[in-house]
């Protein structure tokens, strides 16, 4: 078994939804689960998903069933939550600092990797973007294609 990979939301939803990434982060999912790869993300991860989910729903894009259907998928998906805020939440709140960010919701996903000396795997090319020069851990799907 490999280290950890922490996953941002992004990228389970673009396993789920009709995506341009969605062959590749498929891939990638069963390669890490077929490895035992521990996949990791912070308490945000399920947060983000229901979100989607329901914006895609009000939309009229998803039935009712199939939101939670979707939702089922995710909330029982191997990704661990991390859950030590206490060190999670100040490094994220730098860490958006550091980026420019003015929320800290990616840097929750910088925080996790980085605390835990991971890789971070992402379809949000913006986050990738305006971290890769300082954070060579952080990648986009589209690297694996």
Avoid: K
């Amino acid at each position: 078994m490999s280290g950890p990979v922490c996953v941002d939301a992004s990228l389970f939803l673009s396993i789920v939804f009709d995506d341009p990434h969605q062959a590749t982060a498929s891939r990638l999912w069963e390669e890490w689960l077929s490895a035992g790869t521990q996949l990791v993300a912070p308490p945000l991860f399920y947060a983000e998903i229901t979100s989607v989910i329901r914006l895609s729903s009000h939309r009229g894009e998803l039935s009712p069933l199939a939101a939670h259907e979707i939702l089922t998928a995710g909330l029982s998906s191997p990704v661990e939550i991390w859950q030590d805020s206490r060190a999670l939440q100040p490094r994220a709140l730098d860490l958006a600092a550091r980026f420019g960010q003015p929320r800290a919701y990616d840097a929750q996903y910088l925080a996790v990797a980085e605390l835990l000396g991971c890789e971070l795997w992402t379809v949000d090319r913006r986050l990738v973007n305006s971290v890769s020069s300082h954070l060579s851990w952080v990648h986009h799907v589209g690297e694996a294609a």
